[in-house]
Each structure stands twice: as structure tokens, then as C-alpha cells.
């Protein structure tokens, strides 16, 4: 993900969660944007962002309860979504470990230019190409031989207008709600 930042982004610093190299108490508040799935202790991790967080922790992030059921997954391809049940983290669980924390659902406007996984709900087209795929590690980590026939299917259902028809609902819609959570906890 450093890799395809713009040359003009600010400087990353390259960590763990579970051990982040900032001083305790050395930000107003710390955020965790789609990445707690990834860390090897979760534990640890929260340990640390309430560790260096002075007033507030936050973390963006999926209820896959809800996420399962998006359109991508849910028609055309089951086995990212399995994949995404082994490495998904609960929403109260995330919540208790901050000690408490106020949960807002996050609806995902149509033109989101971000490229997370429901980023494109409105414009299916987006997820046959690549290097959008590249940038969406629910994509990104299963092979091609998972992904080829879901994508096939979506590339067919686009051609014909079968997407289209089914999912009418949604074109004229601004805003979408997958799934995706914040969790604020004030300290």
C-alpha cells in the first residue's frame, strides 16, 4: 500500500500495530482505517492505540454480518466472503476491547474514490479491472483462480444488462450502507 501512495503523500512510518514507535500519550487520537483484520495480535494492537492516544481512539472498519450480503459477494464471489469470515473482526468485540466505544454506521457515497471493498457498489464495472482489485486486500489476497469465475459472471451480467436490471435500486442511490463501522472511544 506505501508502494502506490503519490509521491507527494506525507511520510509513512512503517510498523506494527502491536508495537507502534510513538511515546505514550504522544497523540490527541489515534485511527485504525480498515486494518485490524490484519494484525497478528488484535489484542496487543488496541493495547497500543490506547497506549499513544491522549483523547480519542478510532477504527474504521466492517461488520461482516452485514458485509456478506453486498452484491459482489453475495452473487458473485461466496468465496471472498468466506475468506472474509476467518479474518473479520466482531464489532462488539473491537468495541470491549476499547474499553466502550460509540458506533456509527458508515454509508458509502457512490462516487467514493477511496477503492475499498464496497467503494464501487454503483459502478460494478471497477472491480474487473486489476488494479483496482490490487488495492482491496479482500481481493487482493485471494488468487485468480478464486476471483476468474465470479468475475466472469459479473463481466457477462454487465454485458447483458442483467446487473443493471437486478440492481436498479441502487443507480439512483447517493449513498450505500454495506456494513462498514466506526468506532470512536473517547478516553
Do not use: K
Not at 469470515?85 to 458509502?108: K, M, N, P, Q, Y
Not at 457498489?121 to 488468487?143: E, I
Amino acid at each position: 500500500m506505501i508502494a502506490q501512495r503519490p509521491p507527494e503523500a506525507a511520510p509513512a512510518v512503517q510498523a506494527s500495530a502491536e508495537s507502534l514507535p510513538l511515546r505514550t500519550d504522544s497523540a490527541d487520537a489515534v485511527m485504525a482505517l480498515l486494518t485490524v483484520h490484519h494484525w497478528t495480535d488484535l489484542e496487543a494492537g488496541i493495547r497500543e492505540l490506547l497506549r499513544v492516544a491522549r483523547q480519542r481512539v478510532v477504527i474504521f472498519t466492517w461488520d461482516q454480518n452485514v458485509f456478506r450480503r453486498f452484491w459482489l459477494l453475495d452473487e458473485y464471489l461466496p468465496e471472498v466472503a468466506a475468506f472474509d469470515e476467518g479474518r473479520a473482526v466482531a464489532i462488539d468485540r473491537l468495541a470491549a476491547l476499547l474499553g466502550g466505544a460509540r458506533i456509527e454506521t458508515v454509508s458509502i457515497p457512490h462516487d467514493c474514490t477511496d477503492g475499498f471493498g464496497a467503494a464501487f457498489w454503483r459502478r460494478p464495472q471497477a472491480y474487473l479491472d486489476p488494479r483496482v482489485r490490487a488495492g482491496m486486500s479482500m481481493l487482493a489476497q485471494n488468487n485468480e483462480e478464486v476471483l476468474r469465475p465470479g468475475l466472469d459472471r459479473l463481466a457477462a451480467d454487465l454485458s447483458s444488462g442483467a446487473w443493471h436490471e437486478r440492481h436498479a435500486d441502487l443507480l439512483d442511490r447517493e449513498t450505500h450502507e454495506a456494513g462498514y463501522r466506526l468506532l470512536v472511544a473517547d478516553l
